[in-house]
């Protein structure tokens, strides 16, 4: 059985880097094929991808963000971070980790996801 | 960017009735198409991927269709249960996942 559960702090000020975690379980990003990709959604809107990383190391990002962000995994702790920089009011939100485990590389279809951690950016 | 529209952005049916949602792409996506389904205070569910094909476990008055630019996703007899906001989201791109703006399914 797969299952994620993101955690990190739930309030953050703004200009702070925002440093998520994504601990995993059922299954190993060392398997050829597997990813992990990190999805945000602010209160009350759409949901918005930012980033994946892939079995092989190779990484992901949403262009919009690019800059901001940056995704890396421990595969023995079966763990993804994801830090996202300057953090402002307006990316306050639920972010969520999801697992990637179908077809080729440009299969992103999210199958397992995690419960969330709501992130508050205030001064 | 691709854009995805769909519509509508909120909807009221009764039990039983047929429910549709379209999501349309600016641009040619093939059939690299997912629909989800997110309870409140719930993460995202998949349901339906490469637009059609139903997710093991999944209802199948749960069903989806399209290619290119056009995709629909149907609830054949809609239940209590399947009151939700539902997202299409589209992988043509690797580097430009985006998903729909939502359709917030309520009982009439």
């Known amino acids: 059985q797969i299952t994620l559960k993101e955690s990190g702090p739930t309030l953050v000020k703004p200009t702070q880097t925002l440093t998520l975690t994504c601990t995993f379980s059922?299954?190993?990003?060392?398997?050829?094929?597997?990813?992990v990709g990190w999805i945000r959604q602010p209160p009350g809107k759409a949901l918005e991808w930012l980033a994946l990383?892939?079995?092989?190391?190779?990484?992901r990002y949403s262009p919009s963000l690019k800059s901001r962000l940056t995704i890396t995994k421990d595969t023995s702790k079966n763990q993804v971070v994801l830090t996202m920089t300057n953090m402002d009011p307006v990316d306050t939100a639920t972010y969520y980790c999801?697992?990637?485990?179908?077809?080729?590389?440009?299969?992103?279809?999210?199958?397992?996801w995690g419960q969330g951690t709501m992130v508050t950016v205030s001064s | 960017d691709i854009q995805m529209t769909q519509s509508p952005s909120s909807l009221s049916a009764s039990v039983g009735d047929r429910v549709t949602i379209t999501c349309q792409a600016s641009?040619?996506?093939?059939?690299?198409l997912n629909w989800y389904q997110q309870k409140p205070g719930k993460a995202p569910k998949l349901l339906i991927y490469d637009a059609s094909n139903l997710e093991t476990g999944v209802p199948s008055r749960f069903s989806g269709s399209g290619s290119g630019t056009d995709f629909t996703f149907t609830i054949s007899s809609l239940q209590p249960e399947d009151i939700a906001t539902y997202y299409c989201?589209?992988?043509?791109?690797?580097?430009?996942?985006?998903f729909g703006g939502g359709t917030k399914v309520e009982i009439k």
């Open positions: 641009q040619d996506i093939s059939n690299y």
């Open positions: 989201q589209q992988y043509d791109n690797p580097t430009q996942l985006t």
């Open positions: 999801a697992h990637r485990g179908r077809g080729p590389r440009i299969t992103m279809i999210f199958d397992i």
């Open positions: 990383i892939y079995w092989d190391d190779d990484k």
């Open positions: 059922g299954f190993s990003l060392s398997t050829s094929g597997v990813g």
